[in-house]
């Protein structure tokens, strides 16, 4: 349950704790600041512990009476959505902190805290420069941050030895984090949006250690709050730099990558958001159930399976209706009789446009066959004569429909990226709502099997 901590309210019972709480407070600079959040860490992510409101002058407390010994993190909020930036504390009984900050970009300075907190906001002072330019406010191509990581790889190092304060556990913890700190960085320049990126393979030597299968073995790293982001980078572009991934092989080639099994199952329950359809994630997940070995795993098994029945096989299709190049008004149930293809897609959308040769293609394979192919555009509302421009300029075919931006239908279906494929039968009932794509050889079959 979620808890406001009060240090005024928490010091009037600290008599009745054995070990002594600790205390986190500072200033928070920012105007719109309203608020802080304290979080801990569950499996690598980060999980909301507390919250607090500024006071007038900008002044937050948190006591927590009895924390496990490890990472915590703060983030301003707005109205109780809390900022993206965080900043990493470490906590255990009787630690005193205090903190200035000054936005919510990660700029801030601590003015109290331990040995083992000073080399820890060391360590973040350090980084953030690098880190920084991996941002998407930044426009760092990998032709300058290849140079600046391998000029800042003997700093870490360096950084390394130093790391000797009394607390063993927390030697340990740190000198991890210098390591996962440097390899997140270094792998999300390969993965946010650039002018330019590098060819496949085009890395510098630092990047052949960190992308090598089983480059993962031990489960140390989730007690970072990142650590569940970084197995999930580390997955992706190891599997990319030594295989060729496709959706058909994308999660077992992903999960051959990481040696050991409680890191397999956190990579699989970050997965299961990109599964729209119950009996697609079944299928696919069937094969993998052993690595949900904490009761966390299973309860996100569970919620995930129940939230995916909604669109289960056989249940009614919602009901779209939309405007189609002259104006009239095509429904899911004025179709009703024909198998259903509906391409949920955009004009500005790159995959989409890729998809499309091979949408004609089988639009020419099942001419004369009971199957409405129905593309349902959500390029906004201004757009409209650029999607009928579009449309007519590269002469495509089945009903195409206009949806005016993410509609009704994107909204129950809980569609976040384009293109999505879905299937109905002739009674308009769900098939598949997470249908393969026409680039995909199982498609026909599939829209053949329902004639």
Known sequence: MKKIFFLLAMLAGI?????????ISGKCGPEKATGMKLYNVREGKLVEFASTALDEQHNFAFAIPVPAAGYYYLAMSVDDKASRNYIRVYLQPGEQLELDIRDDRGDYALLKGNAENQLLYSWQQMITPLKNKTSLNDTTTYRAFFPALDAFLPSAAAFKKT??????????????????????????????????LPPKGYYPGYYKGILQPGRYCAADILALGEGSDLIQRYALLSSIAHDSMMLSNRVQLSVSRICNDTLKGVWLINDFKSYKSLEKFDEVFAAYQQ?????????VLFDTRKALSTFKKG????????????????????????????????????????ELPYLQELEAAMEGKNVAFVSISVDEAKDKEKWKNFVKDKQLGGIQLFASGWSDMAKFY?????????????????????????????LKPLLESLL
Do not use: H
């Open 291 to 299: 690595y949900l070995v904490t009761p966390n795993m299973q309860k």
């Open 315 to 354: 249940t009614a299709g919602y009901n779209f209706a939309y405007p189609d190049m002259t104006g009239d008004t095509v429904s899911l149930r004025s179709l009703k009789g024909k198998v259903v293809l509906v391409d949920m897609w955009a004009t500005w959308c790159g995959p989409c446009k890729k």
């Open 414 to 442: 809980g569609v976040t990226g384009i293109p999505r494929f879905m299937v109905f039968d002739k009674q308009g009932n769900i098939v598949s709502v997470d249908a393969p794509r026409p680039s995909m050889p199982e």
């Open 15 to 23: 008599q009745t704790t054995c070990a002594a709480p600790a205390m």
């Open 163 to 196: 790391i000797r304060t009394k607390n063993a556990v927390f030697n340990s913890l740190l000198t991890m984090t210098v390591d996962a700190d440097l390899e997140l960085t270094a792998m999300s320049i390969l993965l946010v949006p650039r002018s330019a």
